[in-house]
């Protein structure tokens, strides 16, 4: 497995490519703009994407998703409970923004302890509501790395005052699906600097 990060959209969100080099195909996670840098890498890298996961359904996740799900053909992943933020405007909040960002419905909804294997790699996945009611983080034990979305970062955590956010529910997830995993595990999130388990739960005044 080998991961790349791309930057998108005007918030930054960080898309992950991760590509198996064996078989020479890649998991998209949250495409959320810039569409044409995200299939313009997939052509630099040789690979064929076989799937798009989402973390989660605010527009700045899935700004991009349209137009690559349109030229790569790959399915796309969403915790159910985020399902409709895909079709509503005003679910993934771009309606709030002036630039309305509306896609076809998901092929698979995600759920708590589901086990996806995409492109000869096995994700587990983890309900962590909290950030959105249906935020779903993608943890990858061979490789130790967990594609967290908004639920966390580098010595903070999602917001949680947008519609459908919980403070409580948020922390409790973080508590219970990431810093149960092993300390060197690594933490990828939707905006910033990767983390590990271990450092968040030593540094991260949410946390203590």
């Not at 790349?4 to 959209?9: D, K, N, Q």
Request: proline letters at 6%; glycine letters at 10%.
């Amino acid at each position: 497995m080998k991961i790349y990060t791309i930057p998108v959209g005007m918030l930054q969100t960080n898309c992950y490519f991760v590509v198996n080099e064996e078989l020479k195909e890649a998991v998209i996670f949250d495409p959320g703009g810039d569409p044409d840098k995200l299939l313009l890498a997939a052509e630099k890298l040789e690979v064929k994407v076989v799937a798009i996961c989402l973390t989660h359904g605010h527009s700045d996740h899935i700004g991009g998703l349209a137009e690559v799900r349109k030229e790569t053909g790959a399915p796309v992943y969403i915790g159910e409970a985020d399902a409709d933020c895909l079709l509503n405007p005003s679910s993934n909040l771009s309606f709030f923004v002036g630039h309305e960002v509306q896609n076809e419905p998901a092929d698979f909804l995600v759920h708590d302890g589901d086990v996806l294997t995409l492109g000869g790699m096995k994700f587990e996945c983890f309900a962590t509501p909290g950030h959105t009611p249906g935020g779903i983080c993608y943890y990858n034990a061979e490789n130790e790395v967990v594609f967290a979305g908004d639920t966390i970062f580098c010595e903070s955590i999602g917001r949680t005052d947008l519609p459908g956010g919980s403070y409580k529910a948020l922390l409790q997830s973080i508590k219970t699906k990431l810093l149960t995993l092993p300390d060197d595990v690594h933490l990828l999130p939707g905006h910033g600097p990767s983390t590990s388990v271990a450092w968040e739960k030593r540094r991260n005044p949410f946390l203590q």
